[in-house]
């Protein structure tokens, strides 16, 4: 199959880039021919704001790229992972244009809320659920917290949902769980059009030892990913296991400061891939606090391919991948004292642990291998393409006025 993968890359490197990455090595070793299209954020720094907002609304750029692109290569699937703010919505037009088919994957919720988490100010917030304008992202200043940039993506989000394109312009959504799933259908997306798929590890990285004797942290260091109860619980702990923070983010000044009073934290700042990997390998468990709607961590399943249990908050989809006494234990969310108590109780009883890995490993060799992931894929696609055919369709109005 010939598909173009498309990605607009974040500043800093998380896991979202890390699956397209993936993805596209596991359908090219399955034999596909894949074009990869991509933008950066990094290009942010030199567009003005009245440039940038227009970019983000419509991009003429990357909307006469990309019809370049597809007449020249002619895939049959056009697979988006993050469109924002750059490729921006023009590109599903672009794809309309030259007939392909266009595939969507929803790492976060951005299509249903101005900051993409559904988190606000230390807690769920779901008042834009729904609405045909996400009037309260914009009054909270919700994104970046700016009300003006706010109202940007607001602006994006209504005036596409007011043009249908979510619903007439995308053959195939991917929802990374069944729970991301509810909500985006809850939020207004075309229930019929979202299919349900995991993210993967490709290539298999093995099973690690877990002999290290201690518990990892990996992600993002930031507020809505749980930092702060992490650390908390573990000022709770008698006897502390060693709790190695790998990553970097705006909470990296509080993680320094409390490595620096307690000798049970070492925060190894961020890594390359395979010495993630290693990490994760060696730790008896691995640790997922966050207090936001997780789509789908890649770092579970990076925990689940190594044998790494998983203690993770009781929140969205965490309780959908964690089975909780098998895979892992989940804790209530934001609360340290359970957290605590559930690192101690897996430290306290050895014999569990390789039960557990065993079990961690099975799960990832039955739900998120190469060949599952390549079959629901391939799936996805063909449903895509066995849709109604497209014709094309003039630019809307919006396109003639948007960026240069």
Avoid at 72 to 101: C, D, G, K
Avoid at 118 to 129: A, K, T, Y
Wanted: glycine fraction near 8%; proline fraction near 5%.
């Amino acid at each position: 199959m010939k598909i173009v993968v498309a990605h607009n890359f974040y500043k800093q490197t998380g896991g979202e880039d890390q699956c397209v990455a993936a993805e596209i090595a596991m359908l090219r070793a399955h034999g596909h021919d894949v074009t990869f299209f991509s933008l950066s954020n990094d290009e942010i720094d030199a567009m003005s704001r009245p440039r940038l907002a227009a970019e983000t609304i419509w991009s003429r750029r990357s909307h006469h790229a990309l019809r370049r692109l597809f007449s020249t290569v002619r895939p049959q699937i056009v697979h988006f992972h993050n469109t924002f703010p750059l490729i921006s919505p023009a590109a599903y037009y672009a794809a309309r244009a030259e007939r392909v088919r266009v595939v969507q994957t929803l790492h976060n919720f951005r299509l249903i809320c101005a900051n993409a988490l559904l988190f606000r100010e230390g807690h769920i917030c779901e008042d834009c659920v729904g609405r045909s304008i996400p009037w309260a992202g914009m009054q909270h200043g919700c994104y970046r917290g700016s009300r003006t940039a706010s109202a940007v993506v607001a602006t994006m989000l209504g005036a596409h949902r007011a043009l249908g394109t979510w619903r007439g312009e995308v053959e195939a959504y991917i929802a990374l769980t069944h729970f991301s799933r509810a909500k985006l259908v809850e939020g207004g997306l075309p229930a019929e059009k979202i299919a349900v798929k995991a993210n993967l590890v490709y290539p298999d990285p093995g099973v690690g030892s877990g002999r290290g004797g201690f518990a990892v942290y990996v992600g993002r260091l930031s507020s809505e990913k749980g930092l702060e109860t992490l650390l908390a619980a573990w000022s709770r702990l008698p006897d502390a296991p060693l709790l190695k923070i790998i990553g970097d983010g705006p909470l990296a000044p509080l993680v320094e400061r409390e490595a620096g009073a307690n000798s049970s934290i070492q925060w190894l700042g961020a890594l390359p891939l395979d010495k993630v990997y290693a990490e994760i390998g060696a730790a008896a468990l691995l640790v997922a606090p966050s207090r936001c709607y997780e789509n789908f961590p890649r770092v579970l399943v990076e925990a689940f391919a190594k044998g790494t249990p998983v203690i993770a908050s009781r929140i969205g989809a965490m309780a959908e991948i964690v089975d909780e006494g098998r895979t892992g234990l989940l804790f209530r969310t934001g609360d340290p004292d359970d957290l605590a108590a559930k690192v101690q109780s897996l430290f306290a009883d050895p014999e569990r642990l390789p039960i557990m890995r065993a079990a961690a490993r099975g799960e990832f060799e039955r739900r998120f291998t190469a060949a599952v992931n390549h079959g629901r894929l391939m799936t996805i696609y063909e449903q895509a393409l066995a849709s109604a055919p497209r014709t094309a369709a003039a630019v809307p109005a919006v396109g003639r006025v948007g960026s240069p």
